[in-house]
């Protein structure tokens, strides 16, 4: 089943903008996580934000997770073109799997 | 090196035609998958193995076998393809349940 929605699904801002994509969930999680993938390639996992956490930060990134709604962000601050590719929400449901998003599609325009 | 690998990249087959999609992790993880993204890029789980043993199988009609020869090893083995089996198939690797996992760059199988 899938559990995590993101929004929006599609994503276009110019170089330097900062870019911001949410994901809701629907069962309690002992983890939530984000993936990057680019055109043609493998996921990249970019960074894990545990239950019991309310915000991390790694680099240009920053992800809140807000349990009592259900919901996370993911803030790339200072975007560069590189930074075009699809985004993944991911939720981890105390079991033996990871559930994923249906992707947020971000293009940075230089 | 490449942390995940999985060979071939392109599969172009008939329908009704059996293959197999291998992959390889030199992570040292005990926990490895396969995964299906469809054209939507919605990716499902398919198999999931914890040192060479199966742990998820996620309703997958059992055309698909997979096959863990030892950990770093987990293959997957498609018999009579439909055309519905047309996707890219990714293997991952993690160090247990919940940790971050990391990916191949995927198998993309096209069914004529």
């Known amino acids: 089943s899938q559990q995590g929605e993101e929004d929006p699904q599609a994503l276009s801002i110019q170089e330097g903008e900062n870019a911001t994509m949410n994901c809701s969930y629907k069962t309690s999680i002992n983890n939530l996580q984000w993936y990057r993938q680019n055109s043609g390639r493998g996921l990249v996992h970019l960074i894990l934000?545990?239950?019991?956490?309310r915000e991390k930060h790694s680099g240009r990134l920053r992800v809140t997770l807000d349990t009592s709604k259900k919901s996370s962000s993911l803030l790339i601050t200072a975007s560069r073109a590189a930074d075009t590719a699809s985004y993944f929400c991911a939720t981890d449901e105390y079991g033996n799997k990871l559930v994923f998003g249906a992707g947020t599609i971000l293009r940075v325009k230089s | 090196d490449t942390a995940v690998s999985q060979t071939p990249k392109y599969l172009v087959t008939q329908m009704g035609n059996d293959k197999s999609i291998k992959c390889e992790q030199n992570?040292?993880?005990?926990?490895m998958y396969w995964y299906k993204q469809d054209s939507k890029k919605f990716l499902k789980i398919m198999f999931s193995?914890?040192?060479?043993?199966?742990?998820i199988n996620e309703t997958v009609p059992n055309r698909f076998s997979p096959k863990s020869p030892d950990k770093a090893h987990l293959n997957l083995h498609i018999n009579s393809l439909e055309l519905g089996d047309s996707a890219v198939y990714f293997c991952?690797?993690?160090?247990?349940?919940?940790?971050?996992?990391?990916f191949g760059d995927g198998t993309r199988l096209s069914i004529l």
């Open positions: 992570l040292g993880h005990d926990t």
């Open positions: 193995y914890n040192n060479k043993e199966l742990i």
């Open positions: 991952a690797s993690s160090g247990g349940y919940g940790s971050p996992q990391h």
């Open positions: 934000i545990r239950s019991n956490e």
